[in-house]
């Protein structure tokens, strides 16, 4: 079909070739308990640090549109979706979401970058 001229290198990324960043993206709805955040938050951050993760916005929403609350919204960074997948189910990182318990309502969604 393609002819003898393709190799197997032929079809796997060139070495400078990035996997898309991910982030994940989580706004509160409500809190009902800021020390339980607040412990969430202290266990958090190094929880997920070791899989890359960079904070890129975290408090509340200086603009709510479209049903949107003012709640706080915390942006992170991972290098890769896998990155964020892993840290979401890592044990460090249930701890931290034990410690927040039913202390917040809110949504936390991965998405992978375009680039």
């Given at each position: 079909m393609f002819g003898?001229?393709?190799t197997l290198n032929?079809?796997?990324p060139s070495p400078g070739f990035l996997m898309p960043k991910a982030y994940a993206v989580v706004t509160y709805r409500s809190i009902s308990d800021p020390e339980?955040?607040?412990a969430y938050a202290k266990l958090a951050g190094p929880a997920v640090a070791s899989f890359g993760?960079?904070?890129l916005a975290r408090g509340?929403?200086?603009v709510a549109r479209e049903q949107g609350v003012k709640e706080r919204t915390v942006v992170v960074e991972y290098?890769?979706?896998e990155k964020a997948t892993a840290a979401y189910d890592?044990?460090?990182y249930a701890e931290a979401l034990k410690?927040?318990?039913d202390g917040a309502v809110r949504d936390l969604r991965i998405v992978e970058g375009v680039e």
């Open positions: 003898d001229n393709f032929d079809f796997l339980k955040v607040a993760a960079r904070f509340n929403a200086a290098p890769s979706l890592s044990p460090a410690a927040l318990g």
